[in-house]
């Protein structure tokens, strides 16, 4: 086998659902990695008795969405939708029953409700789960690479009434309704009862010159009103190629593979475990890769 490292993602688009599914079955998972990277390293890794380990209850999910903007002819484009959309004024998130269920802001609460499995339904208890988010949110913050204040692309559900708007996405009415009216006294009030939003005061969003009592918190009041459907999105793969501390990939029957070796998203993050956080895939990718650029001069 040539030496050789792998720092390819499990990430991909229709081509590798199957692949995908194998390694979590979240449905509509959806990857946020380029189209170049579609699971070939697993693949040619397994194809030689590589190893592969799954992250179990992998925290490393996000929500995300595909945009198609309103020039003619543009594909749509995947976002990740925790970076502004889920943490500020004027957003929730809610299920198809239209109820909330974690604190939008923080993506390790999220997650695991992510997961959460309805035995009676013998559906996800969350999923599909949407965006909600109002005219005051459109014009103030970023949906997206959108600039705020630009014009939310046509694609984009909209509709003066939030039953209308429920109906477009198949998603309770009653139940949004009732869980708008709620937020919105949480909003007035500046203290999320249910969830706790906007708790952590590192992760607050805030439009500069709005003075707030909960700067992550604002009511879902001016039309329109609008609504994505969200899906668990892939920040770093739940699975990967096992390697040992010199970033060797391992074969199934647990000995190095000579002149093999795996960093980055490639290889399983055993020494991550489930959670993550913030620049940890980069600090992996440039400590593993001088592990291996060592051992392979020492081989």
């Keep these: 086998v040539q030496t050789c490292a792998l720092p390819i993602s499990t990430g991909g688009y229709e081509w590798n659902a199957e ?6 079955p979240l449905p509509g998972l959806m990857p946020l990695s380029p189209r170049g990277q579609d699971g070939d390293g697993l693949i040619m890794g397994a194809e030689i008795g590589a190893a592969i380990r799954r992250i179990q209850n992998n925290l490393n999910l996000m929500l995300g969405f595909w945009l198609t903007p309103d020039d003619p002819g543009a594909a749509p484009t995947p976002c990740m939708a925790g970076i502004s959309e889920m943490c500020s004024p004027h957003t929730i998130v809610v299920n198809r029953d239209g109820k909330r269920f974690a604190d939008e802001s923080y993506f390790q609460r999220v997650v695991p409700m992510l997961r959460l499995f309805d035995a009676m339904r013998h559906v996800p208890a969350n999923l ?3 965006l909600i988010f109002d005219s005051q949110y459109a014009e103030n913050y970023s949906l997206a690479h959108l600039p705020p204040g630009a014009p939310i692309p046509g694609s984009v559900a909209r509709a003066d009434d939030l039953r209308e708007l429920a109906g477009k996405l198949g998603v309770d009415p009653d139940g949004l309704v009732s869980t708008v009216e709620r937020f919105n006294n949480f909003a007035r009030e500046g203290v999320d009862a249910d969830f706790h939003r906007g708790g952590l005061t590192w992760r ?3 439009s500069s010159g709005v003075a707030r009592k909960n700067a992550s918190l604002g009511p879902i009041e001016k039309p329109p009103f609008h609504g994505l459907e969200l899906h668990p999105s892939l920040g770093t793969s739940s699975a990967g190629l096992l390697t040992d501390e010199h970033a060797c990939v391992i074969h199934q029957r647990r000995r190095p593979i000579p002149g093999l070796y795996a ?4 290889s399983a993050r055993t020494e991550l475990g489930a959670g993550y956080q913030a620049g940890l895939n980069i600090a992996s990718g440039l400590v593993f890769g001088l ?3 060592e051992h392979m001069l020492r081989a």
Excluded: E, Q, S, T
Aim: some cysteine; proline content about 5%.
């Design 19 to 24: 692949l995908m599914r194998d390694f979590d």
């Design 291 to 293: 592990r291996a650029a």
């Design 204 to 206: 607050l969003a805030n």
């Design 263 to 266: 960093i980055g998203v490639a």
């Design 128 to 130: 599909p789960c949407y």
